[in-house]
């Protein structure tokens, strides 16, 4: 065991540039991290997988909003897509669009959830989701309408057992609504400048630096402290 906790990182808003795409600074920390890292998106699940395969780390990940993991060569489905449909072709009938184009990129790969561009009905949505027994989170970069007993933090409590660490050994960071499961869950959590008001009101630390600098002063901070005696010394 190392002097370090295990990592839970958000994707969009924490590891990236405040114009969009990987902050590249962030990927040598977390390549060089001596304890697991798992990435934890609201992305489809090609999408984290694949950015683990870049970084250079174990594809460790929760995405689809804790719809979908994987760890240790093990693939862990919460989520039923087909839950969804109906919801889908209901608010689609009532004049609702997705609004990602005939080539929808952002769901075709995904298997637990939807996504739905930012600018739609979202009352229309939620009226929607409502009827059918979902849930639609506003993440900052999309709509997510999924079940209601899906979350990144509840997948975690499964990724950590399968790692061998209770969720309270783990260090989150993260930026949006959806982050805020994860963080009611770790030992510590941080929350970069840019985040909105649940990730804020619900992390131990708020940074004052914004995007990947916010995270890579946590990592900092972090990796000077050592790992503590107990959850939430950092």
């Not at 093990?74 to 087909?82: A, K």
């Not at 994860?182 to 940074?207: I, K, M, Q, W």
Request: with cysteine; hydrophobic share 40%.
């Amino acid at each position: 065991m190392t002097d370090v906790p295990p990592l839970v990182l958000d994707i969009d808003g924490t590891l990236t540039r405040p114009e969009g795409g990987i902050d590249p600074r962030a990927c040598e920390p977390i390549r060089s991290w001596p304890e697991p890292v798992v990435l934890a998106t609201g992305k489809a699940f090609p999408y984290p997988v694949a950015l683990c395969t870049f970084i250079g780390i174990e594809e460790r990940v929760i995405a689809e909003n804790g719809g979908i993991a994987h760890v240790d060569d093990e693939v862990l489905v919460h989520g039923d897509r087909e839950l969804t449909t109906s919801a889908v072709e209901e608010f689609l009938d009532a004049g609702g669009d997705l609004g990602w184009g005939q080539v929808d990129l952002v769901n075709r790969w995904r298997e637990t959830e939807v996504a739905v561009r930012l600018d739609a009905d979202e009352a229309l949505l939620r009226d929607v989701a409502g009827r059918h027994g979902l849930e639609v989170v506003d993440t900052g970069y999309a709509f997510h309408l999924k079940q209601p007993d899906m979350s990144k933090g509840l997948m975690l409590e499964r990724v950590a057992d399968r790692l061998g660490y209770d969720p309270a050994a783990f260090v989150a960071i993260g930026d949006s609504e959806n982050d805020v499961s994860t963080f009611e869950r770790v030992g510590r959590s941080y929350a970069p400048a840019n985040a909105d008001e649940r990730a804020r009101a619900a992390a131990d630390v708020v940074l004052d630096g914004e995007h990947a600098d916010g995270t890579l002063a946590a990592l900092e901070r972090i990796s000077a402290s050592g790992r503590p005696d107990g959850p939430g010394s950092y």
